[in-house]
T-cell receptor, first 119, second 111 residues
Framework: AQKVTQAQTEISVVEKEDVTLDCVYETRDTTYYLFWYKQPPSGELVFLIRRNSFDEQNEISGRYSWNFQKSTSSFNFTITASQVVDSAVYFCALSDGGAIIQGAQKLVFGQGTRLTINP | EAQVTQNPRYLITVTGKKLTVTCSQNMNHEYMSWYRQDPGLGLRQIYYSMNVEVTDKGDVPEGYKVSRKEKRNFPLILESPSPNQTSLYFC??????????FGPGTRLLVL
């Protein structure tokens, strides 16, 4: 069975600090996809990144970066120089590759990490 | 603008009173899903649909029904809502092999 664990329920930091959100996943599939979504206080889900299991290159997008390590089944998310607007709940999610091809693509979500950036 | 819309956005109802939450997408996506979000549990899939007239259960389908009569619409039906269905509901759609787009969410309170 697939599982995603975000052990950090809540994180609170002061603005401009760097912060890393942890994500550990379990799957027996060799082909799978990992995602991060942001849920700001307004409630919508904002897609941040999708990474497939064959691409272990780290990704950087502005102040955001992602570290994918298959050896530890982790897909961690780092925000550099955090800002108050980064305050949100962040979800890590997993989908097996076969499901994407077949069409189901059920996303298995972690419990979410509530990040608060204090001014 | 490409989007997934849900209505209503907020709903307060009473136990047993049938309700429908509508979901519509304008991107001609074949695949659509419903999720519910509960504190400490993340999002869990309720039902999904791979095309018109093709639907299947997700992880938590009990108490819910869906239909897919048209490609763009995927309504979620609660025939007899109960308080444990109080939740935040998201509809999503995606193209083949693509990433899911989520609707804005529907907050449901069942008294």
């Amino acid at each position: 069975a697939q599982k995603v664990t975000q052990a950090q329920t809540e994180i609170s930091v002061v603005e401009k600090e760097d912060v890393t959100l942890d994500c550990v996943y379990e799957t027996r599939d060799t082909t799978y996809y990992l995602f991060w979504y942001k849920q700001p206080p307004s409630g919508e889900l904002v897609f941040l990144i999708r990474r497939n299991s064959f691409d272990e290159q780290n990704e950087i997008s502005g102040r955001y970066s992602w570290n994918f390590q298959k050896s530890t089944s982790s897909f961690n998310f780092t925000i550099t120089a955090s800002q108050v607007v980064d305050s949100a709940v962040y979800f890590c999610a997993l989908s097996d590759g076969g499901a994407i091809i077949q069409g189901a693509q059920k996303l298995v979500f972690g419990q979410g990490t509530r990040l608060t950036i204090n001014p | 603008e490409a989007q997934v819309t849900q209505n209503p956005r907020y709903l307060i109802t009473v136990t047993g009173k049938k309700l429908t939450v509508t979901c519509s997408q304008n991107m001609n996506h074949e695949y659509m899903s419903w999720y519910r979000q509960d504190p400490g549990l993340g999002l869990r899939q309720i039902y999904y649909s791979m095309n018109v007239e093709v639907t299947d259960k997700g992880d938590v389908p009990e108490g819910y029904k869906v239909s897919r009569k048209e490609k763009r619409n995927f309504p979620l039906i609660l025939e007899s809502p109960s308080p444990n269905q109080t939740s935040l509901y998201f509809c999503a759609s995606r193209p083949p092999g693509g990433t899911q787009y989520f609707g804005p969410g529907t907050r449901l309170l069942v008294l």
